[in-house]
Structure formats: structure tokens, C-alpha cells
């Protein structure tokens, strides 16, 4: 059965490039514009992986993790924060919120890859 990855990002586009690269890794994709919408796409699903963005309308990356954290079933997901943000103080907070990871934009489709099977072990 395939793995499931959430991807979050107010960029058609980016969710686009992401899900592409995901998508040709053999993993399933749900995406969301913005962190309440993934919350309501994930309600339900089984979600192995989240990618977030972490500057969205609504409800931005670390609102989405700190929500996400909030729930068992995502105890202990992975959520990997892909992000223009680098920002060590932006790291931390990624980190204090639950993020398990953080990569930046524009982003390697090979190393994403890399990371992701890394994650899903």
C-alpha cells in the first residue's frame, strides 16, 4: 500500500513541483492551500508525511504543526517544513512546535526524495 503525503503550500505551483516529485516516488498525494484546509483534507485519512510551507494565509506551517501535534494519530508523523525561511529563530520555533524536519526552497527533488524515504523507514 502506498505512503500518503500531505502537502501544504498557498503555491499552486510548488505544491505542484512537490507532489510531481513525490508522486514519481511512488508515494499518494492529498495537498492543501493553507494549514486549515489541510486539517480538513487530512480528517479521516490515513497521513504517513506532511510537507508544509511555513508562510500561509489562514493558518500558517507552525499553527498547522502545533495542530497536527495536537492530535494522536499525528503523534508522531513526520512533518517536514519546506520553507524560504532561514532563519535560525525560525528553525527553532519549526523545531518547539514539532517539526521533525526543515528544508528550503527552491528545493533539490532528489535530495527531497532522499529525505522523505528517510522519514517513512
Known sequence: MPKTALIVDDSNTM?????????????????????????????????????????????GGIGLVKKLRAQAKFKFTPILM????????????????GATGWMTKPFDPNRLIQLVTRLLA
Open 15 to 59: 505544491r505542484r513541483m512537490v507532489g510531481d516529485t513525490l508522486r514519481s516516488a511512488g508515494l499518494t498525494v492529498v495537498e492543501g492551500v493553507n494549514g486549515e484546509e489541510a486539517l480538513e483534507r487530512a480528517a479521516g485519512k490515513v497521513i504517513d508525511l506532511v510537507i508544509t510551507d511555513f508562510n500561509m494565509p489562514v493558518l
Open 82 to 97: 519546506l520553507t524560504t525561511e532561514t532563519d535560525e529563530a525560525r528553525k527553532q520555533e519549526g523545531r518547539a512546535a
